[in-house]
């Protein structure tokens, strides 16, 4: 095979890699009370800030959620069940985060809510995915060499440029 074709090879599969890329998030989590027990059929909703949409998601027997794939964005996440008191988080989602945010509901009214202002942890522990997300800001501060935008592929964790021809 000529060496211009493997390249060529090499360069459309690595093409293919990038279109795979998720543009949603999503949340996961479990629903516990002040014991650690999971509770069942709680409703977990999730309204993005933004647009004030809403995603209403219950509990399995488990204890566990999955919402439904998120635009990146900031979001209000509360649950609430009869006799506990309603628990509200804000997260901010990026793309192709799989955020965890577990809720421990304290016994009480449902008129009593408790709200819970803090950032997703950077840390990813839902998959084993490789990604980052880079500010316009951080984008256009970067020195290029030659303007060559393609160059912003290396910032990415498990990227390199061997055998490519270019100096970082």
């Known amino acids: 095979m000529p060496r211009w ?3 060529f090879v090499l360069f459309f599969a690595g093409a293919a890699l990038v279109m795979a890329q998720s543009e949603t998030a999503s ?3 479990t629903v516990t009370d002040s014991s650690g027990a999971a509770i069942p059929g709680v409703n977990v909703l999730i309204t993005t800030t933004a647009t004030n949409a809403t995603f209403t998601v219950q509990t399995a ?3 566990n959620y999955t919402s439904p794939p998120l635009q990146p964005g900031r979001y ?3 649950a609430e ?3 506990f008191s309603k628990t509200i988080q804000a997260i901010n989602l990026d793309v192709a985060q799989h955020a965890r945010l577990d809720f421990s509901l304290k016994p009480g009214e449902i008129s009593t809510s408790v709200t819970v202002e803090s950032n997703a942890a ?3 522990t839902q998959s084993a995915e ?3 997300v880079r500010t316009t800001q951080a984008v256009n501060d970067l020195p ?3 303007h060559n935008f393609f160059m912003l592929t290396y910032l990415a964790p498990g990227t390199s440029s061997a055998g490519t021809g270019y100096t970082m």
């Open 5 to 7: 074709s493997l390249g």
């Open 27 to 29: 949340i996961v989590g």
């Open 61 to 63: 027997a488990d204890g």
């Open 76 to 78: 209000s996440v509360s």
């Open 81 to 83: 069940a009869q006799g």
């Open 122 to 124: 950077i840390l990813e």
């Open 130 to 132: 490789l990604g980052n």
């Open 144 to 146: 290029l060499n030659g």
